[in-house]
T-cell receptor
Framework: AQKITQTQPGMFVQEKEAVTLDCTYD???????LFWYKQPSSGEMIFLIY??????QNATEGRYSLNFQKARKSANLVISASQLGDSAMYFC????????????FGTGTSLTVIP | SQTIHQWPATLVQPVGSPLSLECTVE??????LYWYRQAAGRGLQLLFY??????ISSEVPQNLSASRPQDRQFILSSKKLLLSDSGFYLC?????????????FGSGTRLTVV
């Protein structure tokens, strides 16, 4: 089974609107971390936001928030007030366990912000 | 502050030629280091990771190899490139290997094998 699933290959959003990028995960380990990365056309992977499995509150970083629904095993990224510079690929990722070198990535969602 | 350097940024190499991509980290000691490959329009595939000097773990059998000659240096190599080696190569480091330890990525190398 896929550890990280991103079901939206491509998304479009109007500038200044909010958009939600979906991510579901699969793990039996009670300790895990969920991450979102942005990859603009330049290729660099930029860390956006982190959510720990034991965190009680949803993570927020500026215009980014993570809608963490533990029972549903989903970790959707919400971008508020979209900007043209938000157009990029977005990857959801997970790391399991106390010590483990596996870092699982989803296949990504391509977001295009329309002016 | 910690920084990660990866070079070259782009590379065009003929089939059968050797390859050497270098990644160095500054501002930290004993980082965990990783090499990923991203094929066009695809996700990231872990190739190698290293938890210390001389310690290399390979995730996928392939035409590539990795070495860590110094604590903060990670090198990806090939003796003879194949067309299928084309892709975007990303180096990354993390402080640890736990669930809270995210990656910091280098800027990537776009390799085209012709």
């Amino acid at each position: 089974a896929q550890k990280i699933t991103q079901t939206q290959p491509g998304m479009f959003v109007q500038e200044k609107e909010a958009v939600t990028l979906d991510c579901t995960y699969d793990t039996s380990d009670p300790s895990y971390g969920l991450f979102w990365y942005k990859q603009p056309s330049s290729g660099e992977m930029i860390f956006l936001i982190y959510q720990g499995s034991y965190d009680q509150q949803n993570a927020t970083e500026g215009r980014y928030s993570l809608n963490f629904q533990k029972a549903r095993k989903s970790a959707n990224l919400v971008i508020s007030a979209s900007q043209l510079g938000d157009s990029a690929m977005y990857f959801c990722a997970m790391r399991e366990g106390i010590v483990g070198n596996q870092f699982y990535f989803g296949t990504g969602t391509s977001l295009t912000v329309i002016p | 502050s910690q920084t990660i350097h990866q070079w070259p940024a782009t590379l065009v190499q003929p089939v059968g030629s050797p390859l050497s991509l270098e990644c160095t980290v500054e501002g930290t000691s004993n980082p965990n280091l990783y090499w990923y490959r991203q094929a066009a329009g695809r996700g990231l595939q872990l190739l190698f990771y290293s938890v210390g000097i001389g310690q290399i773990s390979s995730e996928v059998p392939q035409n590539l190899s990795a070495s860590r000659p110094q604590d903060r240096q990670f090198i990806l190599s090939s003796k003879k490139l194949l067309l299928s080696d084309s892709g975007f190569y990303l180096c990354a480091w993390s402080v640890g290997a736990g669930a809270v330890d995210g990656y910091t990525f280098g800027s990537g190398t776009r390799l085209t094998v012709v």
